[in-house]
């Protein structure tokens, strides 16, 4: 199968979006929560997360535009200052892909979805409980994206909290720590490691 740009641009919205949204591979499946001053929690599922540094530790996600759609994550972040990334396991996709429903402001995830609120003193934004590897980020940056409106939203890690078992080697095993995976808008996988491999160097590259 072979789409052009003028194919791609002439697919039904649902269809373009479900194609584009997967061409890239699978993606990291992450619920955010956030809190209001006020105390208004908020929990959202995620795919668009990735790692920008180390040193300082960095993550951004892209947020959708804003427009005419209210993304209560963004305001919360802004308000509040710190958000919470958050593993997805297997016991709870389906929960966990229900967050994705446009609930009204006033109505916090975790409760229709079945999921519960965890802080550690002293961070100002709720990790879910029934994920076994957590992030605790400071927001730091947001860039503007005008060719579609979108925003990278970067934060900087202050906690992280990951199963004992999920390090091997100074390495962080994602099969071992079951996280899944996700594809489109509604595909979740399970992830599988194949292999492991040490740095590469030009010199120890094999004869292939």
């Avoid at 997360?49 to 993550?59: D, R």
């Avoid at 947020?63 to 994550?73: N, S, W």
């Avoid at 802004?78 to 109505?107: D, R, W």
């Avoid at 934060?155 to 095993?173: A, F, H, R």
Wanted: charged residues 25%.
């Amino acid at each position: 199968m072979h789409y052009t740009k003028e194919d791609i641009d002439n697919l039904d919205r649902v269809t373009r979006i479900r194609i584009i949204n997967s061409v890239t591979g699978i993606k990291p499946a992450n619920l955010i929560g956030s809190m209001s001053n006020e105390g208004q929690t908020n929990l959202a599922v995620f795919s668009s997360i990735v790692h920008l540094g180390s040193n300082p530790a960095l993550l951004g996600f892209i947020l959708r535009p804003t427009g005419e759609v209210p993304r209560h994550t963004y305001s919360n972040i802004l308000e509040n200052g710190f958000y919470t990334i958050n593993h997805i396991h297997p016991e709870f996709i389906e929960k966990a892909h229900y967050t994705s429903a446009k609930f009204h402001q006033e109505v916090s995830e975790f409760g229709p979805c079945g999921l519960t609120e965890e802080f550690i003193e002293g961070f100002k934004a709720p990790f879910v409980k029934e994920s076994q590897f957590k992030i605790g980020m400071r927001y730091k940056q947001s860039i503007d994206i005008p060719l579609n409106g979108t925003i990278l939203v970067i934060g900087e890690i202050e906690q992280l909290i990951l199963p004992e078992e999920s390090v091997v080697d100074d390495d962080v095993d994602l099969e071992r720590s079951k996280s899944v995976g996700i594809s489109g808008l509604n595909s979740y996988y399970s992830l599988s490691k194949l292999d492991r491999y040490p740095y590469a160097r030009v010199k120890e590259v094999p004869d292939f």
